[in-house]
Structures are given as C-alpha cells and as structure tokens.
C-alpha cells in the first residue's frame, strides 16, 4: 500500500487514542481528523487494489470530487434548515442538529466544510474497492428502461426534490435520500456519462453493488465515530425509532443506501458539465 494509506491508519488510531485519553481538543475536531484519515487510508487500499487513487492518479479529479461533496451536503443542509419547517430559528425543527460546535464563526465553517468534504471520496473510494474485492464479476441479464420509464422517473425526482422544500413536513426527509438519484441518475444515463443505470444495461451490476455496500459501510462509520465524539449530531424524527445502533435507528440505516447513489449522481452529472465528456471516471 501506498506511504498515504499508512499515514492514513495511523491518523485513525491516534485519533481514537486521543479521543479515549480525554483530549478535548481531537474530541471536539475528532469527525473531520478521522475521516480525512479513513480517506487516505482508503484511498491508499484502492491504488494497491486498483493501481487508482485520487491521490495517486486522479488528483484533478480528487479536487473536484472533494468540491462537490461540500456542495452537495450544504444542499442537504438547506434542506434541513429550520426555517423550511418551523417559520424560524427553531432547533426541535431540525431532522439533525449539531451539538457543542466551535464558537468561532470561522472555525466553525472550517470545520464544516472540512467535514464535507469527507463524505463523496469516502463513499466512492470505498465502492472502487468493495467492487474489486467483492462484486467484480457481478453480472444481471441486461435490460434497459423505455424512455417513457426514464421520463417518469425524472418526474418523479424532480417531485421530489421540491416537495421537501414547499411542504412542511418532516416525513418528507426520504425524498431528500432519493429525489436527487431519480431525477439525475436518468440523466447521465442519457448524455452518456458514467450511470449505473448504463452499467446494468449493459448486465455489469458490480457498480450499483459497491455503490450500496459502500453506503452501508461507511454509514455505520458515521454513525460509530459520530457516538464518541464531543462535537456530534442527533436526530429529530417523528418514526418511531425502535432500536437504535449508536444515534441512528436501525431502520435510518436503510438511508444510507440510496444515498450513496445519489452522490454517484450527483457527482457525475456535475462533472459532465464542468469537464464534459462521459469518460468513465478514474476511479468508479
């Protein structure tokens, strides 16, 4: 493996001793340290598996991905913003809130964004790896959607995206999990651009596989690290919770699956318009 990935695990495991010693201030900035850690020893993983890596062969590629994990979140996050739900500053409006977050405004942003931009590379590298390891030869008997299919399903999507945002309800919180990967999923698989959809008609099923392995791996990741850290978030939901593993009822892992779709969508419809071209990505 890469020097990269080592540096990576080693990160991880300082951060959890650090955590568990009681220092305030890992425990405080612990989900951005260990998941700029578990990024780079993934990534380490996936150019030993692989011969690719955001860090060793796709650098352009591991900015833009890391950009627009920024961006997309901060859109998850207006959608959870109050004043959609509650008419104002009103944290009990909130599906999930942030707790003991750095006072300084700056750092504050710092933190945020430094965390988000975590989120896609995570997912995706770790899908390139799950599908070398695990779904390489996964394969369906080909089939493709009528267009009329793929027209509903844009439909659908663009429904919604929206309806969170209009109707005040916190029922709505799965369409902001799969809106997105029905209205832009249809989309690259029409322009070309990389599609899980395009894979399957092709009968190669090993991306959406890895794709929702990844989501679930990396879900209970959030979820473990998340427990133990001292600035955390927590859900307000109107489910009954049931079992909960760590903050997150067992059911809101399913969540974690579409949305490592959506994040494949949304990733690779924004890079069709800034590069262009519907070269299969470097690294999935």
């Known amino acids: 493996m890469p020097a990269h990935g080592w540096v990576g695990l080693a990160v991880i495991i300082a951060a959890e001793a650090a955590l568990g010693a009681g220092h305030e201030l890992i425990a405080h900035w612990f989900t951005p340290i260990v998941w700029t850690g578990y990024v780079l020893f993934i990534d380490g993983v996936c150019a030993r598996v692989t011969k690719r890596s955001y860090v060793t062969t796709a650098r352009v590629d591991g900015v833009l991905v890391a950009l627009t994990s920024v961006a997309g979140w901060w859109l998850f996050e207006w959608y959870n913003a109050p004043r959609f739900w509650r008419g104002g500053a009103d944290l009990a409006g909130l599906w999930w809130h942030y707790h003991d977050l750095e006072p300084n405004v700056f750092l504050r ?3 945020y964004d430094w965390s988000f931009a975590t989120i896609f590379p995570a997912l995706f590298l770790t899908a390139a790896v799950l599908r070398a390891w695990l779904f390489r030869g996964a394969r369906v008997r080909p089939w493709r959607l009528h267009p009329r299919v793929l027209d509903g399903l844009v439909a659908l999507g663009a429904a919604g995206v929206v309806l969170p945002l ?23 698989y029409r322009r070309g651009r990389p599609s899980w959809l395009a894979d399957l008609g092709r009968g190669d099923a090993s991306t959406v596989l890895a794709l929702l392995a990844s989501g679930a791996v990396c879900g209970v990741l959030w979820e473990f690290w998340n427990y133990w850290a001292a600035t955390r978030w927590t859900y307000t ?29 949304m990733y690779h419809w924004l890079r069709g318009h800034v590069v262009g071209g519907n070269a299969r990505p470097s690294v999935i």
């Open 109 to 111: 942003r710092v933190g």
């Open 166 to 188: 209009v109707i005040v309800s916190a029922w709505l919180v799965p369409l902001v999990w799969t809106g997105w990967v029905l209205l832009l999923e249809p989309l690259n």
């Open 237 to 265: 939901i109107p489910y009954p919770s049931g079992v909960k593993l760590f903050e997150m009822p067992l059911l809101g892992y399913l969540g974690f699956l579409p949305f490592a779709l959506e994040c494949y969508a």
